[in-house]
């Protein structure tokens, strides 16, 4: 017997793999969204998430208590994004540099870790996927297209897509969120209006911290439910990469994000279909993507003005 | 300010140093920082400190992802420790490892950091750091060093102190492969590959082919990461699989874990590779190739000690025990037999699973040759493309590299330029080969003939060749040029006559790359053979303009399709995507040139394999006996220069109408008449 | 005890009289405020004079909370108050305006105003109405503002507006205006002190920080000259003259009249004829215009902000493409060459923004002095600098022109502005030039360097220079120059002698009444 696939069938199958390889994008991206916006580039979210990936994990693993695991993932974030916003905003170090240290730092520090605390390659019951049953014979997950689509993913997935609008309305909508705009655009004048310009830029850094840990979390306790050592695999990078591409937006964001993650799923089909691309080429393809969007030109004027430039007062 | 910037630097610092312990080095290189260190790695030597007795044997390893990778890395270092539970312990046997050095300068600091440090055999575990090994191993003359996956040993360097050792991947991928084929409901097999390159696609070839040959329908789906350690996106990649309708996964590298998570959750079934995965998914990983490397080491270890510290090549195969197959308890009883079976015929040589893979084992009715006496020779191949393109290029160098086999490398030596589109550039390189001292060398395409005349006078004593053409060159004066041309007419008739039997809608589409030389021969003939059965069928023929264009061949061959063809052939490197397309569709192909068969074995039913031996001897024997040009050499179906290969699957009575017309073609009974188009 | 406070419209308490007592300011190397006393009190505008460097915006730096004093204390209504950062002094009731705008570019103004206020509906932002707040404030002073608009597609002028909102929407019982005029047009800063004024009438007590003289007689009632880090004195305004002024900021007797000696016009150094431009949105900047300037003599360029001036000073530096006539130098025809051209034809140009054309801000003042010839000998050998000879000509320099400077070395960025202006001058000036474009040379240039450069630019026309001198201020026009030009919406209204007109006649033509030209 053969499996017939359909044209349908394999957009459905594009759909639902791009919506869940997005998950982990979304958190990290958005709360790099809320540090850049702030002014600070933390390049260390990628360590972060690997942090985040591990307590998450070890949280589930030791106490079987998702939400707890959730909790510590977050924490462990907190804790990064405080080294960060220490070494870069306090000390005014090259955010650059610091974040790349900070990135070295918790990928040496969560293979310790993992060594050291679990050894080997292990597996928890993570968040499952939801079926948004109605009765006990129908749920919404098995709505033809839709339920696919809409009602067949874990928790994390439905609070990173909700995490958007999320984003977007503290950012536009609320004194904070003013305050991290301002201190990112001009911290002279936000400092001069009174604004806590250290204290704005630290919570904004922290805040994103927690998210690139949940970011981590939502692959070792939701979508792989495994851990393993350096499992972002550059996924933190490309996070940033994408705050770029999303004009520091968090619905620019979610565009990357699913851009993204829909030609990386669409790429494996490509190679499963045999189309004629080679797999190199196919697998080029969402980078080539990511830098062909990053090179357009009227991204540069949304940077926030002053992003990498530390800030002290009197200096003018 | 100042203040501030030391306390940053004191920062990065710590944050380096951390960085450094928690994954790059696990074991001391700076006596310092040892006690520490050895805390966290329960495997890591002793502290330095305290020097190991003499008799210690002290192994380092470096490896590209870490110990508990449960692929090729952890699969090392597992049999490092059983050998020193062999040997007697941390007493007896001193193991320090560096993981994660992906950064191949990285590498070649620890190695040489290692080597340094007294260690007797350094290990470098991966076949990027054969260049790096090679440069440090020669410094440390009484240090062995070991790596893999490689057979070279440097000896050709002058290094003897290098060991080299590969895992046959392929003869478990292709046990692996007969077991997934016999287990899969669906007919369809999930392969998560990390980059097409040395240990994995090894693996991936033979399961690959393992399935084929278990299940020639068997539908083996085959997806690259791109990464090694890409954990998300290979569980993604299984479920691709997945809904692509596999329900027997496989695949190699670290990263296979997330796709272990994803085969797990949809309760499909996992094939394993480099170490057994078993313990993650115990119900659903049902079989693991798994590499011993211990004989290995421990042999490596042994000849260290008698003092021979390389040189020495190891395989792991199945044969000597180095690769073993782990079954799951409870699986289908016949499918696992039929797995044995082929572990136990790839043993004992009755399957060589390289040559199914490279196409050699499949049959190939090549007619009886005769191999004359020929004094040694050196031939020079200039080629508009490679030397695999599974069509001009690679005809001719297959039919020199058999010659070379039979009558060794002492005899004839090859040399060969490939992708010389540019005329100028090929010009030079025919004339390097000529000036270098080659006997004959042969520019293989229609376009190399103006300058081949310009540069054959200046080398009298060389033989030059060309082809397609007729000329020699005899009217400029040239007399040591040989001409060849492939009647491809002769073929494409038979192919043509072939094709008409097959075809019920009574449309059959050509894609040739331009119209011109060898393509516009084999359109000639094959026009005429079709005709020559029944006028009324259509040939639609489309021409690409290029030779090297696949999308654009295989978009043609859609095209074709449907436009109603349900026979397709078609000539140049490019036809590789429209054999895609047709296997695709189910539409039957006629090969021409080279043996395209391994592409889509069941759609190319037939081949008009060129067959350039008799051509090139022909030539050899000429130019050794003074005759260095002058004649034009066709390859005929009556002088062996082309050979007809029908497939199994074909009718009866189709191949007996083909073979009828060969037999015309040879005894001249059949004229093949060229339609005006 | 609980008095009856006087209350402000708005209806804050009044600050009845902040005092400042022997305050002290140390930056390395440099002691900035010297035991200052200083008061201010309801009603009032104390004006705060000084030159550049004085230790004007340090002092009130301190009051605003952005320094700490090293010494003194100050005094809110008799009681002593710390102020850490702006967030206690805008507490207070104090507000400042600062010399450069502190306002987020690229959000709105409603959202720069509201910036650091508690919402009334926290966490969400009450933009609406804060709005409806500015509007209020709008129409009761007077001050056009959409609290809609975002920041950069303002105007100059309208983002001065939104700084005295954002001012007067805190309260700002006390208000410190750090050289609020320094970028506003004569109309604009008219318009501002209407408001100033109001304010003032109020009960609000306003700082006003100054080095222009006329400023500080048209608006405030007392004023505190400071002279290099130290209080020279305080006098009610009606009571002292401007000459005693000037004498007081600068130190020594300082003449605000020049002496234009007669000197022998020569050849036509730069002609125009019939030029035309147009800007990025093809309109016209520039219509055909022609006239000369010849060697000896100093022409004058006046007229309102933006009718022409700065595109006019381009085309002649090869910095604004010519659409149409023709532009020669010393006879030669150099319509639309590159600004490198022009330079080595003979060219200096000291720019409208010096800070952004003139100089670069990180360079030292001896890296800024050789920014066109550095490629040239003798400040190059090879394709090595000199450096010796680029050091002895900075020095040379620095001592000629008077450039007060820690040293050679020191960034650009940390001079004065009356100093990069007249570093930029020695730098125009030792190249020899044939013709000299200067554009508004002396705008925020404090009165003793403005005394220096206009004795520079009459010492150099006695010498035989051509000179053509841009400026909004019109006593500068008819200071130095010997014709003046008047321009409006780009297209020349008269060109007139010096000796013939008058100001009002000037300010006419500036208005766009045409006058026969008088070459």
């Not at chain 1, 070494?87 to 870790?113: D, H, K, P």
């Not at chain 3, 001198?469 to 321009?487: F, G, M």
């Amino acid at each position: 017997m053969t499996h017939e696939l359909t044209l349908a069938a394999i957009l459905l199958g594009i759909i639902h793999s791009g919506i869940r390889l997005a998950t982990p994008y979304l958190y990290a991206a958005v709360g790099e969204t809320f540090a850049q916006r702030s002014g600070v580039l933390n390049l260390g979210v990628e360590g972060i998430m690997l942090m985040g990936a591990f307590f998450g994990f070890l949280t589930v693993f030791r106490t079987g208590n998702l939400w707890l695991g959730l909790a510590a993932a977050a924490g462990a974030g907190v804790l990064m994004g405080l080294i960060m916003s220490v070494v870069s905003i306090t000390f005014q170090a090259e955010q650059g540099i610091s974040g790349i240290g900070l990135y070295m730092f918790g990928l040496g520090m969560s293979n310790l870790l993992f060594k050291s605390m679990l050894g080997t390659v292990e597996g928890v019951q993570g968040f499952s996927e939801l079926r948004f049953c109605v009765t006990d014979s129908f749920c919404l997950a098995d709505v033809p297209v839709l339920g696919d689509i809409f009602f067949s993913h874990s928790l994390l997935t439905y609070g990173a897509f909700l995490l958007v609008p999320l984003a977007a309305w503290v950012l536009n909508k609320t004194t904070w969120g003013l305050k991290i705009r301002s201190v990112g655009q001009n911290p002279e004048a936000a400092d001069s209006l009174g604004v806590n310009v250290a204290g704005v830029r630290y919570a904004a850094v922290t805040l994103g911290a927690a998210l690139a840990g949940i970011a981590g979390a939502s692959l070792s306790i939701s979508l792989l439910n495994i851990y393993q050592e350096n499992m972002t695999n550059g996924m933190g990078f490309i996070a940033v990469a994408l705050v770029y591409f999303g004009s520091w937006r968090p619905y620019g964001v979610l565009v990357g994000a699913l851009l993204f993650s829909v030609v990386n799923a669409l790429q494996l089909w490509v190679q499963v279909l045999n189309l004629n691309i080679p797999s190199d080429v196919a697998v080029m393809m969402p980078y080539v993507l990511t830098i062909l969007a990053l090179a357009l030109p009227f991204r540069r004027q949304l940077q926030p003005a002053a992003l990498t430039k530390p800030f002290s007062r009197g200096e003018s | 300010m100042q203040k501030k910037s030391w306390i940053l630097v004191v920062t990065l610092i710590l944050t380096l140093l951390l960085a450094a312990c928690g994954g790059q080095k696990s074991t001391p290189a700076e006596p310092g920082t040892a006690p520490e260190q050895a805390t966290a790695v329960p495997a890591a030597t002793v502290a330095p400190s305290a020097p190991a007795p003499a008799e210690t044997v002290r192994v380092a390893v470096v490896m590209p992802s870490t110990i508990t990778d449960m692929a090729w890395s952890q699969a090392i270092y597992d049999a490092l420790v059983r050998v020193q539970q062999d040997m007697g312990g941390e007493g007896a046997m001193e193991i320090a490892y560096t993981e994660n050095m992906w950064n191949v300068t990285d590498a070649a600091s620890a190695i040489r950091d290692y080597a340094a440090d007294g260690y007797g055999l350094v290990i470098a575990h991966g076949t990027q750091y054969g260049t790096s090994l090679f440069e440090i191993a020669p410094d440390f003359p009484d240090t062995s060093f070991a790596w893999g996956t490689a057979v070279d040993t440097g000896k050709d360097q002058g290094i003897d102190n290098v060991f080299a050792y590969e895992a046959r991947a392929e003869q478990g991928g292709f046990v692996n492969g007969v077991l997934a084929a016999r287990l899969s409901r669906s007919g369809v097999l999930g392969v998560v590959g990390p980059v097409e390159a040395g240990d994995a696609k090894l693996y991936i070839d033979g399961f690959v082919a393992g399935a084929e040959y278990a299940d020639p329908n068997v539908k083996v789906n085959v997806s690259y990461t791109g990464s090694f350690g890409d954990t998300a996106l290979a569980a993604e990649a299984a479920n691709t699989h997945i809904q692509a309708g596999a329900d027997v996964l496989t695949g190699s590298a670290q990263q296979v874990v997330g796709a272990i998570g994803v085969a797990k959750e949809k309760g499909v079934l996992w094939m394993g590779t480099q170490s057994d995965q078993s313990s993650l998914a115990p119900d659903i990983a049902v079989a693991s190739q798994v590499y011993d490397w211990v004989p290995t080491i421990k042999d490596m270890l042994a000849k260290h000690a008698a003092g021979e510290f390389g040189g020495t090549v190891y395989s792991l195969t199945l044969a000597n025990g180095g690769l073993q197959m782990v079954f799951a308890d409870g699986l289908n009883a016949a499918a696992v037999a039929a797995a044995r079976v082929a572990e136990e015929q790839i043993i004992d040589g009755t399957i060589d699973v390289m040559a199914i893979i490279s196409g050699e084992a499949a049959p190939a009715a090549k007619g009886v040759f005769e191999y004359p006496e020929i004094q040694p020779v050196r031939i020079a191949l200039v080629l508009p493309s490679t030397i695999t393109d599974l069509a001009w290029s690679q005809s001719i160098y297959d039919s020199l590299v058999d010659l070379q086999k039979h009558y060794g490398e002492d005899v004839i030596d090859l040399a060969y330029t490939e992708n010389m589109w540019n005329v100028t550039d090929a010009a030079s390189a025919v004339r390097d080969y000529a000036a270098d001292g080659y006997n004959l060398v042969i520019a293989h395409g229609a376009q190399y003939g103006t300058s081949l005349f310009e540069i054959a006078p200046d080398f009298p004593e060389t033989s030059f060749a060309w082809g397609t053409s007729t000329d020699t060159g005899e009217a400029e004066g040239v007399s040591n040029v040989f001409a060849y041309e492939p009647r491809a007419d002769q073929g494409g008739y038979v192919s043509g006559v072939l094709a008409a039997q097959l075809t019920k809608s009574g449309v059959i589409g050509v894609v040739g790359p331009v119209d011109a030389g060898d393509a516009k021969l084999h359109v000639d003939g094959f026009v005429a053979g079709v005709h020559a059965v029944n006028p009324d069928i259509k040939v639609n023929i489309s021409f690409t303009g290029s030779f090297g264009d696949t999308a654009l061949a295989a978009e043609a061959a859609t095209t074709h399709i449907n436009a109603g063809a349900d026979v397709l052939t078609g000539s140049a490197q490019q036809v590789v995507g429209a054999i895609g397309v047709a296997k695709e569709k189910g539409v039957p192909w006629l090969g021409i040139q080279a043996d395209q068969s391994p592409l889509a074995p069941d759609s190319v039913v037939a081949t008009d394999l060129y067959d350039w031996r008799p051509t090139l001897l022909t030539m050899i024997r000429s130019q050794q006996a003074g005759e260095y040009g002058g004649k034009v050499l066709q390859l005929t179906l009556a002088n062996g220069g082309q050979t007809m290969i029908y497939n199994d699957n074909l009718p009866a009575d189709a191949v007996a109408a083909a073979k009828a017309a060969e037999q015309g073609i040879i005894d001249g009974s059949i004229e093949i008449v060229v339609e005006p188009r | 005890m609980m008095t009856e406070q006087h209350l402000l419209p708005s209806g804050l308490p009044r600050i009845e009289r902040v005092q400042m007592q022997g305050i002290v300011k140390r930056f390395p190397g440099v002691l900035a405020n010297d035991r200052i006393d200083f008061d201010v009190g309801a009603g009032e505008i104390h004006a705060l004079l000084g030159e550049n460097g004085a230790g004007k915006s340090t002092l009130m730096k301190v009051l605003y909370g952005l320094y700490q004093p090293d010494e003194g204390q100050v005094l809110l209504d008799g009681k002593p108050i710390e102020v850490h950062s702006p967030t206690d002094s805008i507490d207070y009731g104090i507000s400042m305006i600062h010399q450069h705008f502190m306002l987020v570019q690229n959000i709105t103004v409603a959202e720069n105003v509201a910036l650091g206020l508690r919402s009334t509906r926290e966490p969400r932002l009450d933009l609406d109405v804060v709005s409806a707040r500015i509007r209020e404030l709008s129409a009761k002073y007077g001050l056009q503002v959409d609290p809609q608009a975002v920041i950069s597609k303002l105007a100059v002028g309208e983002r001065q507006r939104v700084e005295i909102i954002k001012a007067l929407y805190r309260g700002a019982a006390l208000l410190i205006l750090d050289e609020p005029t320094a970028v506003l047009t004569p109309q604009e800063v008219e318009d501002v002190f209407v408001i100033f004024r109001q304010m003032a009438a109020e009960g609000h007590a306003l700082i006003f920080i100054s080095h222009k003289l006329d400023e500080i007689f048209a608006l405030t009632d007392r004023v505190t000259v400071l002279r290099d880090g130290r209080v020279v004195g305080t006098r009610l305004t009606s009571e002292v003259t401007k000459k005693e002024l000037a004498n007081m900021m600068v130190g020594r007797e300082v003449s605000l009249e020049r002496y234009r000696p007669p000197v022998e016009v020569g050849e036509a150094r730069l002609r125009l004829h019939h030029v035309n431009a147009v800007n990025e949105d093809n309109h016209p900047i520039l219509k055909e215009v022609s006239f000369e300037v010849r060697s000896g003599e100093i022409v004058g360029v006046a007229g309102v902000s933006g009718n022409g001036q700065k595109p006019l000073a381009e085309c002649i530096a090869g910095l604004q493409r010519v659409q149409s006539g023709q532009l020669y130098l010393e006879g030669r025809e150099l319509t639309n060459l590159s600004p490198a051209a022009m330079f080595k034809a003979g060219l200096s140009y000291i720019p409208e923004e010096r800070m952004h054309d003139g100089v670069i801000k990180d360079f030292s003042v001896a890296e800024n002095m050789i920014l066109q010839d550095y490629i040239h000998p003798p400040f190059s050998r090879g394709i090595f600098l000199n450096f010796r000879y680029i050091a002895e000509h900075a020095q040379k320099l620095i001592s000629d022109f008077n450039v007060k400077t820690p040293s050679r070395e020191t960034p650009v960025k940390n001079l004065s502005g009356g100093n990069i202006q007249k570093l930029i001058l020695a730098r125009e000036l030792a190249r020899r030039p044939r013709l000299l474009i200067a554009a508004q040379p002396t705008r925020g240039v404090d009165i003793g360097a403005t005394e220096y450069i206009h004795a520079q630019l009459l010492e150099q026309r006695g010498q035989g220079l051509a000179t053509l001198l841009i400026s909004e201020d019109l006593d500068e026009i008819k200071a130095l120059s010997d014709r003046i030009i008047v321009l409006f919406n780009g297209e020349i209204m008269g060109i007139v002698d010096n000796d013939e007109v008058t100001v009002q006649e000037l300010g006419l033509m500036m208005a766009g009444e045409r006058r026969a030209p008088v070459i």
